[in-house]
Antibody
Framework: EVQLVESGGGLVQPGGSLRLSCAAS????????MSWVRRAPGRGLEWVAN????????HYVDSVKGRFVISRDNAKNSLYLQMNSLRAEDTAVYFC??????????WGQGTLVTVSS | EIVLTQSPGTLSLSPGERATLSCRAS???????LAWYQQKPGQSPRLLIY???SRTTGIPDRFSGSGSGTDFTLTISRLEPEDFAVYFC?????????FGGGTKVETK
């Protein structure tokens, strides 16, 4: 059974950092593009970043470029999102998703990030 | 960036009725790489339709997608109680990937 379990969310002050993790099981992580997508309270979905199978290609939404870094460790079946210089507008539930090409096809349950003083 | 505009914002219908949801893109979606997701409160989004009209495995055939270029439609032929949720369209043919603002299908 495919499972994606996010962790690492929590409360952080503006300007702070947080590292999200996504543990994958039930499939071979190295065979898939992976994505991070977020949903802010009361708002819609926003794609954040994606990464190809070996980590050599990465794409980001403009609002996080230079602040967030997506990475993966296929040997550990894990995806990561390093978030720096966090802002209030980054407050959201963050989902990792196994992608079919660039299509986020199977999603985890999400982890809540709250940026507030 | 391709902007996706969904309409209506809210659709109030009764079980058994037909739901028609619209998604309009600000420019043509490459290769019709347009997907539809369903999201219920407290749950993660579930992929229903990809490539504008292909149903994901396990999705009931009352869900259908159509359209091309800039105009796309999700149709639920007969609403079941479990279909009341928020629906998002998404284009994945260009970076950045973008989502529509969502249509909430609520019980009338």
């Amino acid at each position: 059974e495919v499972q994606l379990v996010e962790s690492g969310g929590g409360l952080v002050q503006p300007g702070g950092s947080l590292r999200l993790s996504c543990a994958a099981s039930g499939f071979t992580l190295s065979g898939y593009w992976m994505s991070w997508v977020r949903r802010a309270p009361g708002r819609g979905l926003e794609w954040v970043a994606n990464i190809n199978q070996d980590g050599s290609e990465k794409h980001y939404v403009d609002s996080v470029k230079g602040r967030f870094v997506i990475s993966r460790d296929n040997a550990k079946n894990s995806l990561y999102l390093q978030m720096n210089s966090l802002r209030a507008e980054d407050t959201a539930v963050y989902f990792c998703a196994r992608s079919s090409g660039w299509l986020p096809a199977y999603w985890g349950q999400g982890t809540l990030v709250t940026v507030s003083s | 960036e391709i902007v996706l505009t969904q309409s209506p914002g809210t659709l109030s219908l009764s079980p058994g009725e037909r739901a028609t949801l619209s998604c309009r893109a600000s420019q043509s979606v490459n290769d019709n790489y347009l997907a539809w997701y369903q999201q219920k409160p407290g749950q993660s989004p579930r992929l229903l339709i990809y490539g504008a009209s292909s149903r994901t495995t396990g999705i009931p055939d009352r869900f259908s997608g159509s359209g091309s270029g800039t105009d796309f439609t999700l149709t639920i032929s007969r609403l079941e109680p479990e279909d009341f949720a928020v629906y998002f369209c998404q284009q994945y043919g260009n970076s950045p990937l973008t989502f529509g603002g969502g249509t909430k299908v609520e019980t009338k």
